[in-house]
């Protein structure tokens, strides 16, 4: 916000120590391009919408109460600015998978359990791999848990689960379908999802 704001920057402090910067070009508005930040802690969120950012979230494969605490998060930061926080977006990205049916969500849901796996051993693991390959670490979570808590099921489903998103203020979906699916089927989801959930 400051490179954004002044001419040159420089800084002080226990942990860093820099001469003026600055950055180029500069922009050529002012004040401020809005600025949206990507934050999962619930208080993180509050302190963003807080400060007059837009906020990118995510309950990772967590449960819809962690989302509405999110949510929440952004709320009361958001309420806090009065009239200068009404602009703010929350912005919410989910692993979604828009199936053919009961039997294809099953089996995408069993893919999604293989990803978490392995993005478990990056994220929050010790970074292992195996034969040139980040090595799946064991999960307590189920894959009927974890179905639970992401977007992968039939259309008609989906509409009904995403509605709580709307309901709760949430400004824009982004979702996110890479979870190993072959293209082709990966393209028809995204057709699915098109066709016959946006509309509604």
């Given amino acids: 916000q400051a ?11 226990k942990y860093y120590t820099f001469d003026p910067i600055t950055i180029q070009p500069r922009p050529l508005t002012q004040p401020m391009p809005h600025m949206m930040i990507a934050a999962l802690a619930p208080e993180a969120i509050y302190h963003c919408a807080k400060r007059g950012l837009h906020v990118q979230t995510t309950p990772l494969q967590g449960d819809h109460k962690l989302l509405m605490e999110q949510v929440e998060a952004f709320n009361r930061g958001k309420a806090e600015l009065g009239a200068a926080g009404e602009h703010l977006r ?3 990205l989910r692993v979604t998978y828009c199936a053919r049916d009961e039997a294809d ?3 995408k849901a069993e893919l999604a359990h293989d990803y978490y796996k392995r993005f ?3 994220f929050t693991g010790p970074g292992q791999v195996e034969a040139g390959a980040i090595a799946p670490l064991p999960r ?7 179905a639970q808590n992401l977007l992968i099921c039939p259309a008609a489903e989906m509409v009904d689960r995403m509605a709580p ?3 709760a203020g949430i400004d824009e979906m982004i979702v996110n379908l890479n979870i190993g699916a072959p293209q082709g089927e990966a393209l028809d989801a995204m057709e699915r999802l098109a066709c016959q959930v946006m509309p509604k």
Avoid: F, I, P
């Avoid at 490179?3 to 402090?13: A, K, Y």
């Avoid at 307590?140 to 974890?146: A, C, F, G, R």
């Fill in 90 to 92: 929350l912005s919410l």
């Fill in 105 to 107: 969500a099953r089996a």
């Fill in 165 to 167: 998103y709307a309901e």
């Fill in 120 to 122: 478990d051993n990056v």
């Fill in 3 to 13: 490179l954004l704001t002044r001419e040159e920057v420089s800084w002080r402090g």
């Fill in 140 to 146: 307590e979570q189920s894959v009927e848990e974890l």
